[in-house]
């Protein structure tokens, strides 16, 4: 694995706390926002720094999820809590949620030392075209060293999906194909993937789409040329995702010994879900 994937893999479980943490739920339930289900508090939580956006300009920054999903929430969630009621929760939520994971940790000088180090890559991330990583950079610092490190993950997670969005789109995956891909490159099993939104009828057509492309052959197994674009769309996503680290340099190393115990501990807790359509394992 190359380095720079191996920095997302570190990033993500940390951003991650946001949407799965019984802390973060609580602070949701407080807003007003029902949490029987994961969905109201995710767009809420994720969409907030983008101010008060309608449908389809979060449908957009996310990309993979269906319009559809995304009007069932957006803008309902601004009649809950505005955007910046939700901004003003979140650092405080994850304050919560990262010290019942992490324990002392999050006092500590190791946690000061990665959060400088992830700080530094985070600042360094080139926003241009990158909207959910502008937005959420634009926000600053919390000054608390444990918070800082999870913002700082936030847009570094943010830089890389906007950037996979990019070579996405050039590469002729639509959102929904974007997915059938994945999945059938053994990301995931199609349930999984079913979280996004798109109905049955949507999933068989953007197969076929990829099936005339010559992408997944009848029986929907990536052909060569398929294998190859989705190989290149990821190859490409790393790049685009580099510069953060290639700021760090030598220093990066140090951010994963730092930092990566910290990301499995989160993982090892049973938070985070086995399987997700990041093509991400807990359960390994």
Known sequence: MNQVRQMWRIVE????????????????KQLGHP??????????????????????AVSSAFYSFSPR?????????????????VLARRWPAVDRALRALLGDTVDGPEMAE????????????DTAGRPLAAANR????????????????TVLREHRGDGHIAAAVTAGFGPCELLV????????????FASRG?????????????????????????TGSGAAARAELEDRTDTLAAAPWRELGPATGRFAQLAGPMAARIAASGLLPKQSTLGMRTDI
């Open 69 to 85: 999903m995304v009007a069932e929430h957006i803008p309902g969630v601004w009649r809950v809590s505005d955007p910046e009621t």
């Open 13 to 28: 479980p940390i951003h991650a706390v946001l949407y799965y943490a019984p802390e973060v739920y609580a602070e949701a």
């Open 114 to 125: 990665a959060a400088a180090l992830a700080r530094r890559a985070a600042e360094a991330a």
């Open 138 to 153: 634009d926000l600053g610092w919390s000054g608390r060293p444990h918070v800082d490190l999870w913002q700082a993950a």
């Open 35 to 56: 949490v029987d289900v994961r969905w109201p508090s995710y767009f809420a939580w994720r969409a907030a720094p983008l101010g008060a956006a309608g449908a389809a």
């Open 198 to 222: 798109w109905t049955p009828e949507e999933w068989a057509e953007s197969r076929r789409s990829l099936v005339t492309r010559g992408w997944l052959d009848p029986d929907g197994v990536p």
């Open 181 to 192: 891909s994945f999945a059938a490159a053994g990301a995931a099993p199609p349930e999984v």
